[in-house]
């Protein structure tokens, strides 16, 4: 009996991906299920395949019937409310940046860290000894012997090093 | 809608004023970025190597090389 009564309530939800601007105008009340429709507009997509209000009150039918008039009788407010009769936002309503790039940026943030510690906890844990050719014995040794090759004696290694005073140049 | 007068668009010849822009722009970033290169990096490097070999004695750079004890052909 509980649950269902619990599933009809999510059934009264509707889609709701029109977030809390119900489609139909100010015709229809806060509350009401929001009907399915095919309006869709992007920038991408700027022309959707129906208009946003398709009922209509009996003043948006009045100006509707006016509409199929000559245009230059209609007034600036009665080209408005055209307007939000067939679109949802103007272009610049639609095209306003979101705060969204602060939560995706936050999460790579996050998720970033949380690899840190996974590596830190591996690096404890998990890899095995170092190879031989990798302790400072060896690696100084190895440095001596290319040194010792002139390697890249013009403008790289063997260039930084005096081999009078036996050290870096300054 | 603003109440000011909208000034018009430029309508036509969009693509040419485009062009024009981008063909000018383009040669003066590419021939500064190798005037840059030129004489950031190419130039040094020339004066670098011709100084190392202006008094470059390399019996004596080998001689160093054997004594360090480098070469298994050469002790």
């Given at each position: 009996?509980l649950s269902r009564a619990a599933w009809s309530l999510v059934l009264r939800r509707g889609p709701g991906i029109?977030?809390?601007?119900?489609?139909?105008?100010?015709?229809?009340?806060?509350g009401k299920m929001p009907s399915y429709?095919?309006?869709?507009?992007?920038?991408?997509?700027?022309?959707?395949?129906?208009?946003?209000?398709?009922?209509?009150?009996?003043?948006?039918?009045?100006?509707?019937?006016?509409?199929?008039?000559?245009?230059?009788?209609?007034?600036?407010?009665?080209?408005?409310?055209?307007?939000?009769?067939?679109?949802?936002?103007?272009?610049?309503?639609?095209?306003?940046?979101?705060?969204?790039?602060?939560?995706?940026?936050?999460?790579?943030?996050?998720?970033?860290?949380?690899?840190?510690?996974?590596?830190?906890?591996?690096?404890?844990?998990?890899?095995?000894?170092?190879?031989?050719?990798?302790?400072?014995?060896?690696?100084?040794?190895?440095?001596?012997?290319?040194?010792?090759?002139?390697?890249?004696?013009?403008?790289?290694?063997?260039?930084?090093?005096?081999?009078?005073?036996?050290?870096?140049?300054? | 809608?603003?109440?000011?007068?909208?000034?018009?668009?430029?309508?036509?010849?969009?693509?040419?004023?485009?062009?024009?822009?981008?063909?000018?722009?383009?040669?003066?970033?590419?021939?500064?970025?190798?005037?840059?290169?030129?004489?950031?990096?190419?130039?040094?490097?020339?004066?670098?190597?011709?100084?190392?070999?202006?008094?470059?004695?390399?019996?004596?750079?080998?001689?160093?090389?054997?004594?360090?004890?480098?070469?298994?052909?050469?002790?």
């Amino acid at each position: 009996m509980l649950s269902r009564a619990a599933w009809s309530l999510v059934l009264r939800r509707g889609p709701g991906i029109r977030g809390t601007h119900s489609p139909g105008g100010a015709a229809d009340g806060q509350g009401k299920m929001p009907s399915y429709t095919n309006y869709y507009a992007q920038r991408t997509y700027p022309m959707p395949d129906e208009p946003f209000c398709t009922e209509l009150s009996a003043q948006q039918r009045a100006l509707k019937e006016k509409e199929k008039g000559s245009w230059t009788q209609l007034s600036h407010a009665e080209k408005v409310a055209l307007y939000r009769i067939q679109f949802h936002e103007t272009f610049a309503e639609m095209n306003r940046h979101s705060q969204e790039w602060k939560t995706v940026m936050g999460c790579v943030f996050f998720f970033i860290g949380i690899t840190a510690l996974l590596i830190w906890w591996q690096r404890v844990y998990v890899f095995p000894e170092k190879p031989i050719t990798l302790t400072d014995k060896w690696k100084t040794q190895q440095l001596q012997r290319v040194l010792d090759m002139k390697g890249n004696p013009v403008q790289g290694l063997a260039s930084r090093w005096d081999y009078e005073r036996k050290e870096w140049k300054k | 809608m603003s109440s000011s007068p909208l000034t018009k668009l430029q309508m036509q010849g969009l693509l040419a004023r485009h062009l024009c822009i981008h063909i000018v722009g383009a040669f003066i970033v590419s021939l500064g970025v190798a005037a840059l290169y030129n004489f950031g990096v190419a130039e040094p490097r020339k004066n670098a190597y011709t100084d190392f070999y202006r008094n470059y004695d390399s019996m004596k750079d080998f001689e160093e090389m054997r004594k360090a004890g480098i070469f298994q052909s050469a002790k």
